[in-house]
């Protein structure tokens, strides 16, 4: 899924800036990075988070994030395998 997909650059632009339009989060995202992303998008730039802090909070949620993807790359593994074994018992 792509962030703005239905909509020209121009467009997304316009809707991020004078309707304060976001990317919808997916709902299997983990909570520290939409967090993180929530943080980032405020509109007004005051609040959003220095780069630094950034760059901490995700050095943070490292180990989190890390578990997930291998986690999600073993399914996909399993997954890969258990497809290829049904379409080898085709022939």
Not at 60 to 71: G, H
Not at 81 to 89: H, I, Q, R, S
């Amino acid at each position: 899924m792509l962030p703005f997909q239905n909509m020209t650059a121009v467009q997304a632009a316009f809707a991020v800036v004078n309707k304060g339009v976001r990317p919808i989060i997916p709902s299997d995202c983990l909570p520290v990075l939409s967090d993180i992303m929530t943080r980032c998008w405020d509109a007004n730039p005051d609040v959003r988070p220095p780069f630094m802090e950034v760059v901490r909070m995700l050095e943070n949620a490292e180990t989190e994030i890390m578990t997930t993807v291998r986690k999600a790359r073993f399914r996909y593994g399993y997954i890969m395998k258990v497809n290829l074994k049904e379409v080898k018992g085709l022939r």
